[in-house]
């Protein structure tokens, strides 16, 4: 947890800000989750990850927009073949 906690901060995920009159808190809960790792290679890890309960939100009251980066395969596979094609450097 204390990791979680620690990228989320490092990477300013959220800033605090005073709650309105008639607003509610949205609440969040931990996922807990176990990672094998390869026998021989990597240990046993646990990794923790906090959740916010997006159920309790509401549109334009607890959110305005919503922001999800997807990139599909094949877009890649794509811009990877034009950097091939006119020998152009990827960084």
Avoid at 12 to 26: D, E, I
Avoid at 56 to 64: F, L, P, S
Wanted: proline content about 2%.
């Amino acid at each position: 947890m204390n990791e979680e906690m620690l990228s989320l901060e490092k990477n300013q995920t959220w800033k605090v800000v005073s709650l309105l009159k008639n607003q509610k808190v949205v609440g969040s809960k931990w996922v807990f989750k176990k990672k094998e790792g390869i026998p021989g290679v990597e240990a046993l890890r646990y990794k923790a990850r906090l959740v916010a309960n997006g159920f309790t939100q509401v549109e334009g009251i607890d959110y305005n927009e919503i922001f999800l980066p997807v990139v599909k395969h094949c877009s890649i596979r794509v811009l990877v073949a034009i950097v091939n094609m006119y020998d152009l450097e990827l960084e």
